[in-house]
């Protein structure tokens, strides 16, 4: 019975509950936006590199490989660091927002570029032959043949790597952006006690649950009809 | 070599002179020349291996000939100027693996090259479309898509995505060698009608008896060369080369 009210005590503080509630919603709303434009950004720019990468022009790919791989091996919080403070030395002063979600944007786009590309890659050569033998040219076939299967073979692992980019957006933290976690640590260090930090998980879930919802349905439905 | 008969009076539909393919160091065709008149069909028979495929797959540049000349209607294929794309629309083929597009209906597949390469209206091509669909017997199959159809019946939405841009020649790359026994006959009928409507075919395939009854020339390919070509009857019954013979009491067995 002590221990249950010390627990209660510890994370689920009433009071406090109430007296930050404001802030983590105003916490929530920056993460959905910060979430949103890396989403968009992410998954655009990653397609548009696959598609670029199908030309198969050496020397635009391997600058393409490069920094897919690049980004892909870094930890998203030493770009953010890196961007944050190596920029303004440049004479470049981006808020913090915008450096979360261009640096969060990059590493979507990397990880995306991958996912499409082997999903370009996955589709039969006959695909490919068939279309062409009618006279379609490339670009035609790349648009109306294979990245209409591409795209739909990869919205599973599209999507669990959406969901763990955009976690990320926790990283904004550092930089004082003043997203959920943000909002959760500030109430921590004022408060003394782990309950805003509660509450940020509570509305971290929240928010990822039907995110993850989601991308279940649109798995389902941008199946084709299968025998 | 011998001159057909056929070719003599009107201008070849595909002229093929001195064609050869390498792939690496390894010489797949080795100096082809082959004349089909409008109207005929040309059986290519040979062991794997032989160079069959390839030779059909350089009729329309899906493989790069690496040497010799391929006319189509006249026009030179290899030629700088020659626009592939608008070449390819009239050359049908079909695959052994019908390559459908699985994420399209049977109409679909019928209908995109004739919306995105002839640019024809979406309402007019879907009619296009139906009728081709109709010719090979499932205009009723238009809204099903690949993976409910049978192996045969995708092979002929595979012959009516072809039929529709209205071929001056169709290829046919083993198109019964992935179905079913039960499944040939229909394929091979929508083949038949398609010669009695006067198509130009040229024909990779094992099926000999189609060969005997419709083929109007069957060419014995090995090692990248003609062997041997004559109308069916020769070539099945009277072979005059000693490989070409091996290869008829193989495939009797």
Known sequence: MEFHSAFLEAFFKWELIQRYFPAIMKGVGVTIEIAAAVVFTGICAGLALAVIRAFRARSINVVIVLFADAFRALPPLVLVLLVYFGLPNLGINLPSFAVLWIVLSLVLAAFCEEIFWAGILSIAKGQWEAARSTGLTFVATLAYVVLPQAVRLTVPPITNRTIAITKNTALGTVIGVGEILNQATTAQSFSGNATPLMMGAIAYVILFIPVVVLGRFIETRFRWRRA | ?253
């Open chain 2, 1 to 253: 070599m011998r001159l057909n008969g056929v070719v003599s009076a009107t201008p070849p539909i595909l002229e093929i002179r001195g064609l050869r393919k390498s792939f690496h160091h390894v010489e797949v065709l080795r100096g082809i020349d082959l004349s089909v008149a409008p109207q005929e069909l040309v059986f290519i028979i040979g062991p794997s291996g032989s160079g069959k495929s390839t030779l059909l797959r350089c009729c329309n540049r899906l493989e790069e000939p690496t040497g010799g000349s391929i006319r189509i209607d006249g026009v030179d294929i290899m030629a700088r100027s020659t626009d592939i794309n608008a070449m390819r629309r009239r050359i049908g083929m079909v695959f052994q693996s019908f390559n459908l597009y699985p994420h399209m209906t049977a109409l679909g597949n019928v209908a995109l090259a004739l919306v995105k390469v002839l640019r024809r209206p979406r309402k007019e091509a879907e009619r296009v479309a139906l009728a081709a669909l109709d010719r090979v017997g499932l205009s009723e199959k238009a809204a099903a898509y690949p993976a409910e159809l049978s192996g045969g019946q995708q092979q002929r939405v595979a012959i009516a995505r072809a039929l529709a841009l209205e071929p001056k020649l169709m290829l046919f790359d083993e198109p019964t060698s992935a179905l079913d026994p039960e499944l040939v006959g229909s394929v091979l009928n929508v083949m038949r009608e398609l010669k009695r409507g006067g198509m130009t075919m040229l024909v990779v395939s094992h099926e000999m008896r189609f060969a005997r009854d419709a083929a109007d020339r069957v060419i014995f390919l090995d090692h990248g060369a003609i062997v041997e070509e004559g109308p069916p009857e020769q070539i099945f019954s009277q072979p005059e080369r000693t490989r070409t013979r091996a290869f008829i009491a193989d495939i009797a067995r």
